[in-house]
């Protein structure tokens, strides 16, 4: 295996496309991403030529995760790993590089939304790196916030 990171550009849709098309845990398809949030590949080419950003990881050229943020409201989009790439900090590394811009564009705080049923991995995964429950339920996910630390 050989990760490498970098900054996603709209040619890597069809492939983050496919790379949250197959998550296990959280899985959608295209029909339920576009019916209920308006998400194409057309509508997240366009907003990237705003104010959202991401970043991929590749195994020799194949993207096998990403994720994405918006800096006009500091929120955390998405963040998927193909499954036989689970485990292997791909999610964390991506998470963080968005956290890390969202955080240099000024906002003290960013938010995502997630389960918020506590036996279900993403649940843990974003307690462990340190995002808040709020109570917050929007549909049937929960808003997490992460505050910035400044040391």
């Known amino acids: 295996m050989k990760l490498e990171f970098r900054q996603m550009a709209p040619e890597d849709l069809p492939a983050t496309f496919s790379v949250r098309l197959s998550t296990v845990e959280n899985a959608i398809s295209m029909e339920r991403l576009e019916r209920e949030y308006a998400i194409t590949p057309e509508s997240v080419a366009d907003a990237m030529t705003r104010d959202v950003k991401g970043w991929v990881c590749e195994d020799s050229g194949t993207v096998v995760g990403f994720a994405m943020g918006n800096r006009s ?11 036989e790439y689970e485990g292997n900090g791909i999610g964390k590394s991506v998470l963080a590089r968005v956290r890390d ?21 993403a649940y ?24 910035k630390v400044d040391c």
Do not use: K, M
Request: aromatic share 10%.
């Open 73 to 83: 409201n500091a929120e955390v989009l998405v963040v998927a790993v193909h499954p």
């Open 101 to 121: 811009w969202l955080f240099s564009e000024g906002h003290q705080a960013i938010w995502l939304l997630t389960t918020p049923d506590p036996s279900l991995r």
């Open 124 to 147: 843990g995964f974003y307690a462990a790196l340190g995002w808040q429950c709020t109570g917050r339920i929007v549909r049937e996910d929960e808003v997490l916030v992460l505050r």
